[in-house]
């Protein structure tokens, strides 16, 4: 298979299945190592895989990826990646995980964003002995990993949508510019200014839309992100949070799997973004962005937006 694909679609799993003559979670399993391939770990040099079979039978990859020149809470974890990965192809439920090593703390609380977590199957490849992968993976409940957990119905309510499900924050972009760019405005004139002038609106509905689809339950703070490559590819983030808080995920990660998980190379290839966000926001997400986009792709031109919404007791206009 393509190394750089990050979703398989049904139609191929079951291909897949017939031609090798596994079943559907053997081959999830059997897939770990190469989504480990895929990894990017440059800091820790410690490859994690995380591969994931969701409800319509689709299966998605998940990896590590961490940032030179930053703080380790900046990185993505496999199973954060995984997560959004789902998101990003529009896939309602993950059934069963297959990963390399055990989940972290901080990956086990993130899970719990997901509708019936708990139920979640997952298999730990390193766990198994050599004579064990001969045989059908025995998958447990995620519960049996997070027991007594503490998640979203500790403080939501039960029909409120959960990380994978669709979200309608209610925003809509402020009719003035908020913020000026990041100052690095002629690093966009190297023969990109035409590019991004074609493509600043899209960039803006994007990032708008990644913020109307941003599961910010906990500080009633969505926001988005919208990423440019420099063949004008736009890739989008949200920002998801976590009942637990710490192991939320920005929306420049979020924006970066999905870069990612399209088949992109280099992050230097990114050369503009925009970030829509809450005026009076108790989180903000500025700060961070311009950090994370000026480590890894100090050519990145950053727009920041503000933007109302319906659920604040303000009245959309008109």
């Known amino acids: 298979m393509d190394g750089a694909k990050f979703a398989i679609e049904a139609s191929e799993v079951e291909s897949m299945v017939k031609e090798s003559g596994l079943s559907v979670l053997q081959l999830l399993t059997s897939l770990v190592k190469p989504a480990q391939n895929l990894a990017r770990p440059p800091i820790s040099k410690f490859s ?11 299966i998605f990859f998940g990896v590590n990826l961490e940032f030179p020149g930053l703080p380790l809470h900046h990185s993505v974890h496999a199973e954060q990646f995984l997560a959004t ?5 529009g896939e309602p439920r993950l059934l069963y995980i297959a990963v390399s090593a055990a989940p972290c703390g ?41 027991p007594n957990p503490f998640g979203p119905f500790d403080l939501l309510d039960k029909e409120t949508p959960l990380l994978l499900e669709p979200h309608d ?28 002038a074609k493509n600043e609106s899209m960039l803006k509905i994007s990032a708008l839309e990644a913020a109307n689809n941003s599961h910010a ?25 976590s009942a637990a808080y710490n192991p939320s995920l920005g929306p420049v990660q979020a924006a970066l799997v999905s870069y990612v998980a399209s088949g992109g190379g280099g992050y230097d290839r990114i050369v503009a973004g925009v970030l829509v ?30 933007c109302g919404s319906g659920l604040n007791g303000c009245k959309r206009p008109s």
């Not at 994690?48 to 689709?58: F, I």
């Open 277 to 306: 966000e809450k005026k009076e926001a108790v989180v903000r997400q500025e700060d961070t962005a311009r950090l994370l986009l000026k480590a890894v792709s100090p050519k990145c031109e950053l727009q920041v937006f503000h």
């Open 48 to 58: 994690v895989g995380a591969v994931g079979l969701g409800s319509d039978g689709r």
């Open 217 to 241: 339950l906990y500080s009633g703070c969505p926001s988005g992100v919208a990423l440019m490559d420099v063949e004008g590819m736009i890739y989008r983030g949200s920002y998801m949070e």
């Open 169 to 196: 924050n209610g925003l809509w972009l402020l009719s003035e510019t908020i913020d000026s760019n990041s100052g690095n405005s002629s690093n966009l004139c190297n023969g990109l200014c035409e590019l991004f």
């Open 85 to 89: 990965n789902l998101a990003v192809h």
């Open 106 to 146: 901080h990956c086990r609380q993130f899970l719990q964003e997901l509708r019936n977590a708990s139920d979640i199957q997952i298999f730990i490849t390193s766990s198994s002995s050599e004579n064990e992968s001969q045989e059908p993976p025995k998958f447990k409940p995620l519960l049996s990993i997070l």
